[in-house]
């Protein structure tokens, strides 16, 4: 009997352990992919000097249909670890000496979505030079994961800021932000 109990003790050990094993295993398996919001249209409209909001805006992005193109339809959202930045830019098409990103001196980019309208600071530019550009890459976040946002299909940015100088017209904007989702088994 003493013999029988200690066969199962050593099966049952040798099962838990490759169990455990198995589930290493698995959580070391991932799959990174891209994601982008496309060219995100928005304005500002013109203002006077002083901090506030700059401009909100909305997009769609179909997060399941693109985590199955990119890494095998039998992945979807219950299969994201992680979500993270990689970059945002911001882009006029329609600057001048008197109005562009010149006129902002420090800017931040919130976030919410459908999955989660909670708004996060995404991407923040403390001081910014008096110079007219057209494009403005804002420093992200890379730390913060955005899983609790990414159950979703519609996302919704706040773009806030101090300008040095006032805005006199409607600045035509695209935001291009990009996300690396990690997916596992």
Same mark, same amino acid.
């Given at each position: 009997? !003493?013999?029988?109990?200690?066969?199962?003790?050593?099966?049952?050990?040798?099962? =838990?352990?490759?169990?455990?094993?198995?589930?290493?295993? !698995?959580?070391?398996?991932?799959?990174?992919?891209?994601?982008?919001?496309?060219?995100?249209?928005?304005?500002?409209?013109?203002?006077?000097?002083? %901090?506030?909001?700059? $401009?909100?805006?909305?997009?769609?992005?179909?997060?399941? @249909? =693109?985590?199955?193109?990119?890494?095998?339809?039998? #992945?979807?959202?219950?299969?994201? !670890?992680?979500?993270?930045?990689?970059?945002?830019? =911001?882009?006029?098409?329609?600057?001048?000496?008197?109005?562009?990103?010149?006129?902002?001196?420090?800017? @931040?980019?919130?976030? $919410?979505? &459908?999955?989660?309208? %909670?708004?996060? &600071?995404?991407?923040?530019? %403390?001081? &910014?030079?008096?110079?007219?550009?057209? %494009?403005?890459?804002?420093?992200?976040? /890379?730390?913060?994961?955005? *899983?609790? #946002?990414?159950?979703?299909?519609?996302? $919704?940015? *706040?773009?806030?800021?101090?300008?040095? !100088?006032?805005? /006199?017209?409607?600045?035509?904007? *695209?935001?291009?932000?990009?996300?690396?989702?990690?997916?596992?088994?």
């Amino acid at each position: 009997m !003493k013999l029988l109990t200690l066969k199962l003790s050593a099966f049952a050990f040798l099962f =838990l352990s490759l169990c455990s094993s198995c589930n290493k295993v !698995k959580d070391l398996i991932s799959i990174n992919v891209s994601a982008q919001s496309s060219n995100v249209d928005f304005t500002i409209q013109p203002a006077s000097a002083g %901090t506030g909001d700059l $401009s909100q805006f909305n997009t769609s992005l179909l997060i399941d @249909s =693109l985590i199955k193109e990119q890494a095998g339809k039998t #992945y979807g959202l219950v299969n994201i !670890k992680s979500v993270k930045l990689e970059s945002c830019v =911001l882009t006029i098409s329609n600057s001048d000496d008197l109005n562009s990103f010149g006129n902002v001196s420090a800017c @931040s980019a919130a976030m $919410s979505s &459908n999955a989660n309208i %909670t708004m996060v &600071n995404i991407a923040e530019l %403390t001081s &910014n030079p008096e110079t007219a550009t057209s %494009t403005l890459s804002v420093p992200v976040n /890379t730390a913060l994961d955005l *899983k609790p #946002y990414f159950g979703a299909t519609s996302f $919704s940015y *706040k773009l806030s800021g101090t300008l040095r !100088k006032a805005i /006199t017209k409607t600045l035509n904007c *695209k935001a291009t932000i990009k996300y690396k989702i990690e997916i596992g088994l």
